[in-house]
């Protein structure tokens, strides 16, 4: 099983429909797609500015953004199964189609490790990458990515969440993190690798 996170700088580049067309195409059974949380994120950024709330709000709003995201992931690809758990996920691989991950089960009534702005999308992709022990995560941004660079260097620069080096330093997957022209490469990733 491959997890694709897919950042939110994507919602309006017409490269979202290429990695979920692809994604559809080839990942059938085997590929669970994460969302960013990209403009509805943002927005709760400047609500979080304006209101004064705390970070376990914004951590709960901002699920919700990814799950809008995936929303609208589906909306452009309705072949996609939107997936809140690991149970769901499973069911739809089973079945062999492609799931999008919706993190509402993820929503927190006391504040922790998860509650905060050095967590984004990308450590939570890691951790459900974890959680589904996963073979591979992909990491799919909208900026030029070095393909050579270390996790903590892409980290450094704010390619990736501060947290997110901790998240997978243990990590039984591989970890790849790609710029949004790649959809080939990792479709021919996908048709190379054993079902």
């Known amino acids: 099983m491959w997890v694709v996170k897919i950042g939110g700088s994507l919602g309006h580049d017409p490269a979202l429909r290429e990695w979920l067309t692809r994604l559809w195409e080839v990942g059938g059974g085997r590929v669970v797609i994460v969302p960013g949380g990209g403009?509805?994120?943002d927005a709760v950024r400047q609500y979080q500015c304006e209101w004064r709330f705390d970070d376990l709000a914004a951590h709960n709003m901002c699920l919700l953004a990814m799950a809008q995201?995936?929303?609208?992931?589906?909306g452009v690809v309705p072949e996609?199964?939107?997936a809140s758990n690991e149970n769901r996920i499973r069911r739809a691989?089973?079945?062999g189609r492609v799931a999008v991950w919706v993190p509402t089960d993820l929503m927190r009534a006391t504040?922790?490790?998860?509650t905060n702005w050095d967590t984004t999308s990308d450590s939570l992709a890691a951790w459900l990458s974890s959680s589904l022990n996963a073979e591979r995560l992909m990491i799919v941004k909208s900026c030029e990515v070095d393909g050579d660079a270390s996790v903590e260097s892409l980290a450094a620069k704010g390619v990736l969440d501060r947290r997110f080096p901790a998240y997978v330093r243990d990590a039984n997957y591989l970890v790849e993190v790609f710029n949004k022209g790649d959809a080939l490469v990792m479709r021919d990733r996908l048709l190379?690798?054993?079902v």
Do not use: G, H, K, T
């Not at 995201?69 to 589906?74: K, R, T």
């Not at 504040?111 to 998860?114: E, T």
């Open 69 to 74: 995201y995936a929303i609208l992931m589906q």
């Open 111 to 114: 504040p922790d490790s998860m």
């Open 80 to 82: 996609l199964v939107l």
């Open 39 to 41: 403009d509805f994120a």
């Open 93 to 95: 691989l089973r079945d």
């Open 192 to 194: 190379n690798v054993a």
